[in-house]
Antibody, heavy 123, light 106 residues
Framework: EVQLLESGGGLVQPGGSLRLSCVAS????????MTWVRQAPGKGLEWVSS?????YYADSVKGRFTISRDNSKNTLYLQMNSLRAEDTAVYYC???????????????????WGQGTLVTVSS | DIQMTQSPSSVSASVGDRVTITCRAS??????LAWFQQKPGKAPNLLIY???TLQSGVPSRFSGSGSGTDFTLTISSLRPEDFATYYC?????????FGGGTKVEI
């Protein structure tokens, strides 16, 4: 059974840092691209970052957030620095629906999601 | 960057109704489009990928169509458990993008 378990959220002051973790199980973690998506309170889904062979970021977080993975620990990370009030959201990690290939490194349509971890940026 | 525009933003419907949600991309995305359902307090759930392929375990009353820039999600006969918010997502190129969402209400 595929499971994704996020942790690391919490209350942080503006300008502070947090590192989110997402521990994966039930699939060959190293074979799949992974993604972070966030949802501000009462708002829609916002793509944040993805990692396949390369890393990709939304403009709103570029230069402040860093996505990484440790395949030996089946863990995805999101290092968040210089946090702002507008970063307040539930952060979800999600698994791409198909394993990466030489031709396609990201398929889209993430088929498994974690339960989410709440990040609140406030003084 | 590709922008995704969903319409309507909300729809009022009854059990048994046919509901259609549209999603328009600001440029061609071929069929790199997915649809998600989200219920309050829960993570999104993948319904359809590659514009028209039903994800395993998703009821057949859900269907997707379209290519290029215009896409449609149809629920053929609404059931009580279908009242939720629906999002489209383009995965043709990075940055990925979601539509603004469509809330299906009673």
């Amino acid at each position: 059974e595929v499971q994704l378990l996020e942790s690391g959220g919490g209350l942080v002051q503006p300008g502070g840092s947090l590192r989110l973790s997402c521990v994966a199980s039930g699939f060959t973690f190293s074979s799949y691209a992974m993604t972070w998506v966030r949802q501000a309170p009462g708002k829609g889904l916002e793509w944040v970052s993805s990692i396949s062979g390369s890393t990709y970021y939304a403009d709103s977080v570029k230069g402040r957030f860093t996505i990484s993975r440790d395949n030996s620990k089946n863990t995805l990370y999101l290092q968040m620095n210089s946090l702002r009030a507008e970063d307040t959201a539930v952060y979800y990690c999600a698994k791409d629906r198909a394993p990466q290939s030489t031709l396609i490194t990201y398929y889209g349509g993430e088929d498994f999601w974690g339960q989410g971890t709440l990040v609140t940026v406030s003084s | 960057d590709i922008q995704m525009t969903q319409s309507p933003s909300s729809v009022s419907a009854s059990v048994g109704d046919r509901v259609t949600i549209t999603c328009r991309a600001s440029q061609r995305i071929n069929n790199w489009l997915a649809w998600f359902q989200q219920k309050p307090g829960k993570a999104p759930n993948l319904l359809i990928y590659a514009a028209s392929t039903l994800q395993s375990g998703v009821p057949s009353r859900f269907s997707g169509s379209g290519s290029g820039t215009d896409f449609t999600l149809t629920i053929s006969s609404l059931r009580p458990e279908d009242f939720a918010t629906y999002y489209c997502q383009q995965a043709n190129t990075f940055p990925l993008a979601f539509g603004g969402g469509t809330k299906v209400e009673i």
